[in-house]
């Protein structure tokens, strides 16, 4: 059975414990989070998660059905096959000198990322987009000797109607 | 007029019908308990182990149909209720537990007796609930009887900090539910009904696989109904014995590792499957690729994650198995198998499944299951534990009572019997029911005869005493090289220790006691206990290996006749 990423998104009522039931329930049935992400979401006592994680389709598909079982779950989707827009954020503090830092400034730029703390021996590199792009910049910002790095894991959404929005007349 | 949380409690358990709780106390439920003799109407049994009010309000709610109530202190009387309550939930029961939890504002400091029930049962809970505002209880309440009871029954547990039980508030209580996240079908797709009915007129072999969900719904007439119509022979999984009346023509018993041979070998050769309200355990279908590798499958269920879970599935129809059976059976006309029934009735003849009794001299635990179903003429609710007297109860005796066969099937649990016999009897006042225990697994629970005692609760107990850990033993027979590591088991005078508990018990070492015991067992008002020692090693067949296909049956080896 082919493997592979599959992107996960919830919406989930704001109550204290369900972060711990969605893990629960993924760790329970062996499956790995790559990551998890939650905030706030357009309706109050909402909340949107995406998460990311590995197995085969009738594998995702049984947790995603478990999901939906959660009482907290008011909708879920597997939004992998969907048309989405997905991003992460990093922030990467790299080791710098006055000699480097021109140049880090340089990857920085090219990578449409900003530098949001400067010290005398390191800059703070904020960065979103996707992983791929994130993880791009982390290596050519390695060699200069990475101190810190700090993701968030992606969120995502699909694009146009395709959404995981709660129907108005949904109780 | 305010009323205090523990009082909103017990108005809201009246609201929801509740007349009885399995429970034990403690500090942090006392301003529950001190308040529950307001409430006469709430009649509260008090067990001898949490493990007792679980598994007790567990088979209550499984005769009853309704949900089962049980009380605990916090920490050591919550946690004791774990094992019922993952019993309850894999097995669909409808239960809510309410625990007492350490007050507001201790949670979280390691306070005396303080344990995270919430966080520890959320696997094995439909869902739960720590009250943290006196302003949610009515509501909570609502919603966990809402969904402990609706769509695909569960335990939901309530954790109740005793300083709420002690505030007060105005009680009101909410006329329906708001959730928003849960809203199980009902109704099948109709186009799903059509395509099964069209599947259904096609098949030349088909098989229609019983399970508990029919039981749950209540659904007997209407599957009686379809199988008659399309002259389906119908098999049950473990859960599903009694959904169907076995001394039908179209039943052909129990599927799966210990399951008829005919069974087994009918599922192998069909063409089409529809299971209906079953889950497609592995104890049931062996091993998946070797499963019914002719068959196209339409499954019924609830629980929309159980479709396709373990068998692929051409035709998915969630929703309740009563409604969908009505829906269904307004699309079927009817049909006959006259040459596939007839190949199936050749398997029972060639393959008998040793479920004929050998002659012995010594008791076979088969023996006294036979006798049992005889002396009452089939009309008992049989309550097991686990082991081989599980299968062998499943085995020999014959259901034809609508959901008279009460066990632990998907988690297995070993002392489930005495205190489900007790809650079974509890729901079925004034009639029979017969606990059915291993000698082992009776001494797990064995302490809830003070609870049948104390209550007057009149289950008659056989237990199947082999000296063995039965089940553990024969797999260590057949598959360890009779290595009996850890499974020979001592045994106290079971008769000396039930006539401790005041309960009138005898033990049966010939033959030809056993009718006349069960016969005084039956005649007697109250509680009975009968030690039957029986034959030590005996073994369950028929029996599929572990691992192995369903169609690869271990037959009772020849014994030459002693
Ligand atoms: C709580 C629990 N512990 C262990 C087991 C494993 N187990 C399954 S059957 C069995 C033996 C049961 O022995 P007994 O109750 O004497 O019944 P018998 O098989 O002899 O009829 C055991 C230990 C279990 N099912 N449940």
């Not at chain 1, 309706?43 to 995603?64: K, Y």
């Not at chain 2, 008090?46 to 493990?51: D, F, K, P, T």
């Not at chain 2, 269904?328 to 006309?333: Q, R, V």
Request: aromatic share 6%; net charge neutral; with cysteine.
């Amino acid at each position: 059975m082919a493997s592979n990423k599959h992107t996960i998104v919830a919406l989930v009522a704001d109550r204290p414990g369900v972060l711990n039931r969605m893990a629960s329930l993924f760790r329970r049935r062996g499956f790995n989070i790559d990551s998890i992400a939650v905030g706030h979401s357009e309706t109050p006592h909402l909340s949107r998660m995406t998460i990311v994680a590995e197995g085969s389709d009738t594998q995702v598909e049984q947790i995603r059905k478990q999901v939906e079982k959660i009482v907290d779950v008011i909708r879920v989707q597997d939004i992998s096959g969907l048309n989405i827009v997905s991003r992460e954020l990093a922030l990467i503090k790299v080791k710098s000198t006055p000699e480097t830092r021109s140049e880090i400034m340089q990857i920085v730029d090219i990578f449409r990322a900003k530098i949001v703390d400067v010290s005398a021996d390191s800059v703070m590199v904020e960065a979103t987009g996707d992983e791929e792009k994130v993880d791009s910049l982390y290596n050519l910002l390695k060699p200069f000797g990475v101190k810190e790095i700090s993701r968030t894991g992606r969120i995502a959404m699909a694009r146009g109607d395709q959404g995981n929005r709660r129907d108005e007349n949904e109780g | 007029m305010k009323l205090t949380g523990a009082q909103i409690l017990c108005e809201s358990l009246l609201k929801e019908g509740v007349d009885t709780i399995f429970g034990y106390p403690g500090g942090q439920v006392l301003p529950l308990y001190h308040t529950l003799t307001q409430y006469p109407k709430l009649r509260h049994i008090l067990v001898r182990h949490e493990q007792g009010a679980v598994h007790a309000a567990d088979a209550y709610a499984r005769v009853t149909g309704r949900v089962g109530v049980c009380f605990a202190t916090s920490g050591p009387g919550a946690t004791n209720l774990i094992t019922g309550l993952a019993n309850a939930y894999i097995d669909s029961v409808p239960m809510v537990a309410v625990t007492g939890q350490v007050p507001r504002a201790m949670i979280g400091r390691d306070a005396f007796q303080e344990a995270d029930i919430t966080g520890i049962t959320i696997p094995i809970t439909k869902h739960n609930y720590l009250v943290m505002d006196i302003g949610d209880l009515a509501r909570t309440v609502k919603e966990a009887f809402y969904i402990a009871g609706t769509g695909r029954p569960g335990p939901v547990l309530i954790d109740l900090p005793r300083d709420i039980q002690q505030e007060a508030t105005e009680f009101h209580y909410p006329a329906r539910v708001n959730l928003p996240g849960y809203k199980p079908t009902l109704a099948g797709n109709p186009l799903q009904v059509k395509k099964a009915a069209k599947l259904l007129a096609e098949a030349k072999k088909p098989v229609l696989i019983a399970g508990h969900g029919v039981r749950i719904s209540g659904a007997y007439h209407e599957l009686k109904h379809l199988a008659e119509t399309l002259q389906l022979p119908v098999i049950t999984t473990l859960l599903g014995i009694s959904a169907f009346p076995e001394s039908h023509e179209l039943s052909f018993g129990m599927m799966g590792m210990h399951g008829s041979a005919y069974a087994n070998m009918a599922i192998t050769g069909c063409d089409l499957i529809i299971a209906v309200g079953m889950r497609f355990d592995d104890r049931a279908t062996g091993k998946i690729a070797a499963f019914a590798p002719h068959a196209r499958v339409i499954h019924i269920d609830i629980d929309p994650a159980e479709i396709g879970k373990n068998v692929k599935v051409d035709v998915p129809i969630v929703g309740d198995v009563k409604t969908v059976l009505v829906e269904l059976n307004k699309e079927i006309s009817a049909k006959r198998h006259d040459e596939w029934l007839a190949q199936i009735r050749d398997w029972k003849r060639q393959y008998p499944s040793g479920f004929e009794i050998r002659e012995s001299d010594s008791i076979l635990p088969q023996y006294v299951i036979r006798k049992i179903w005889e002396v009452t003429k089939g009309d008992a609710t049989v309550v097991t534990g686990v082991g081989q007297h599980q299968m062998f109860a499943a085995q020999h005796f014959f259901y034809d009572k609508p959901n008279s066969f009460i066990t632990s099937g998907g988690l297995g649990t070993m002392g489930f019997e005495l205190p489900a016999a007790f809650g079974a009897q509890t729901g079925l006042p004034g009639q029979t029911v017969w606990c059915i225990a291993g000698d082992g697994s009776f001494q797990m629970t064995v302490q809830e005869l003070g609870t049948i005692r104390q209550e007057n609760a009149p289950v008659k107990v056989a237990v199947i005493n082999n000296g063995y850990l039965g089940m553990v033993r024969q797999w260590q027979e057949l598959f360890y090289e009779r290595n009996y590591s850890a499974t020979p088991l001592w045994c106290p005078d079971f008769v000396r220790i039930s006539e401790a508990y005041s309960i009138p018990a005898e033990c049966v070492t010939k033959k030809t006691e056993v009718v006349p015991a069960i016969n005084r067992a039956m005649a007697a008002q109250g509680p009975y206990i009968i030690n039957f020692v029986v034959e030590p090693e005996e073994n369950v067949y028929p029996m599929v290996p572990p691992g192995a296909g369903i169609d690869q049956i271990l037959h009772e080896p020849r014994k030459e006749a002693s």
